[in-house]
């Protein structure tokens, strides 16, 4: 039996005040966004994709063996090496080459992650820091220096593994 | 030459108290529909946000002052503050409380007590139209002649529906004086004796104030920002100050006509007023925080299919009752 149409008014009357009253009830709970820079959530995504560094191996020899892999792939081509030459006296990688200079433009970045995917070494990953703001174009150019961790893992990359 | 003066404080108070009330209205609703929306809402400019508006106004004040190609200067100029001035010339026949003593004077807490001030009302709100058509139209952008003419076709048939709720309180009350509409429900409110046209008068007054779910003139989605899309900086905040004065004035009449106005036990009389209106103001943003975008069509059928002959009902029977009463 199709409905009268009282009945559908009234249902639809009742749907409308279910709904002020789902409405109302949300009204009252605590807000689900934080307050950012206040206030900050404690842990990215496992496979975030923040900042680049430049890891080393357990012993501290850097992994970049200047193949310039990463500056093929990059699509908005925001990477830029030198490669020179290692020497028994001068051993920076465990290659034949290492970078002697390495610049990746933050600015340009888009954080697809190609360069950590190409790198034959694993030597360029992305890491967990987002707040990557500065006030001048020339300070978001990272250059070797800034890209390098610090001790090996300090990029929160295991240092023994592989690639 | 004191009659003058006390009218010109009057109106001043009135004009400074509505702005203000625009400024922090929105606000609280920015405010209100972040928290139905389970976030915080502005909240960075002064304590809690409170001085959101002010920032906002500076911002608009400062606004390069834009105008569209071909457009016609004059009624482009014209149409908002033609928005902005209807819906604040309504607050002078809303009574805000009874008489008191100041400073020696006998004070009305109302700008005039015109004998027809519910036709008045209806009448300013109805120029109102004139600047949402005007500025659509001298825009020369398609969005707002679009925008433009939805508003004016919603606005001329809820205003049908709006002013038979009215007349079923005017038959209730016996005058057209918001004054004496208010000084008539001393006993009781004409909610519980005008049920039906209370509800009538809501849903009529939100589709004039173009509110959620009746917002089609400015339906993003469809209008970009339907009649006020080629206005902004100060031109643009006064569409918006037409349109919030709209709903606190639809608020404040939905009080009067229906809830008893000033009138209420233990609290001063203005703190009634407002807090009655407050509650509709309140029904306002959480009714946008509740429902979606009806249809065109469905708004128009809704309108004078149902609303309309509503309305005519209600009349009839309130007329009837009032006539067995009287014999």
């Known amino acids: 039996m199709p409905e009268t149409l009282a009945a559908r008014y009234v249902r639809r009357g009742t749907a409308m005040l279910r709904g002020l009253g789902i409405t109302f009830r949300y009204l009252f709970k605590p807000p689900i966004t934080i307050l950012y820079p206040e206030e900050k959530r404690t842990a990215v995504q496992p496979r975030f994709k923040g900042r680049h560094w430049l890891t080393l191996y357990e012993d501290g020899m850097e992994r970049c063996v200047g193949c310039e892999l990463c500056v093929i792939v990059c699509p908005s081509q925001a990477i830029s090496v030198r490669a ?35 790198c034959p070494t694993g030597a360029i ?10 006030y001048t174009r020339e300070s978001l150019i990272y250059t070797k220096p800034m890209l390098t961790e610090p001790y090996p893992g300090a990029s929160g990359r295991d240092p023994q593994r592989e690639v | ?227 006020q899309t080629e206005y902004g900086g100060f031109k643009f905040a006064m569409f918006y100050a037409g349109e919030y004065i709209g709903i606190v004035t639809m608020s404040a009449l939905t009080t009067t006509l229906f809830l008893g106005g000033w009138q209420g036990p233990l609290l001063p009389p203005l703190l009634w007023f407002a807090l009655k209106t407050f509650v509709f103001i309140f029904f306002f943003i959480w009714l946008r925080a509740t429902m979606p975008r009806v249809r065109h069509d469905h708004l128009m059928a809704f309108g004078w299919k149902f609303l309309v002959p509503l309305g005519l009902l209600n009349i009839v029977v309130t007329s009837v009752v009032i006539i067995l009463r009287s014999t």
């Not at chain 1, 920076?92 to 995917?117: H, P, T, W």
């Not at chain 2, 020369?140 to 003419?149: D, E, H, Q, T």
Request: some cysteine; hydrophobic content about 50%.
């Open chain 2, 1 to 227: 030459m004191t009659d003058l003066l006390v009218a010109a404080v009057k109106s001043a108070v009135l004009i400074l108290l509505l702005l203000t009330a625009f400024a922090y209205m929105t606000l609280l609703e920015r405010r209100l529909l972040g928290k139905f929306q389970v976030r915080y809402g502005p909240n960075r400019v002064g304590p809690f946000g409170l001085l959101q508006p002010l920032a906002d106004g500076v911002k608009l004040l400062f606004k390069e002052s834009f105008r569209p190609a071909q457009v016609d200067v004059i009624i482009y100029l014209v149409a908002p503050a033609l928005s902005m001035t209807t819906a604040l010339f309504v607050y002078a026949v809303i009574p805000f409380g009874p008489e008191i003593s100041l400073f020696g004077h006998r004070v009305t807490l109302y700008l005039t007590d015109v004998n027809v001030g519910i036709l008045l009302v209806l009448a300013a709100s109805s120029i109102g139209v004139y600047g949402i058509i005007l500025g659509g139209w001298s825009s020369n952008n398609k969005y707002s002649l679009l925008g433009s003419l939805r508003s004016s076709a919603q606005l001329i048939s809820y205003e049908l529906a709006l002013g038979l709720a009215v007349i079923a309180v005017v038959l209730t009350a016996g005058t057209l004086s918001l004054v004496e509409i208010v000084r008539a429900q001393a006993r009781l409110p004409f909610i519980v004796l005008q049920p039906v046209a209370f509800l009538l008068f809501l849903t009529a007054a939100i589709a004039e104030t173009n509110r959620a779910p009746f917002d089609l003139p400015e339906a993003e989605q469809e209008l970009v920002a339907g009649y």
């Open chain 1, 84 to 118: 020179a030459e290692n020497s028994p006296e001068h051993q920076v990688s465990k290659g034949e080459r290492y970078a002697e200079d390495f610049q990746i433009n933050e600015l340009r970045c888009i954080f697809c992650g190609f360069c950590e995917e190409a």
């Open chain 1, 125 to 134: 990953v992305l890491g967990r820091e987002y707040e990557l703001a500065g």
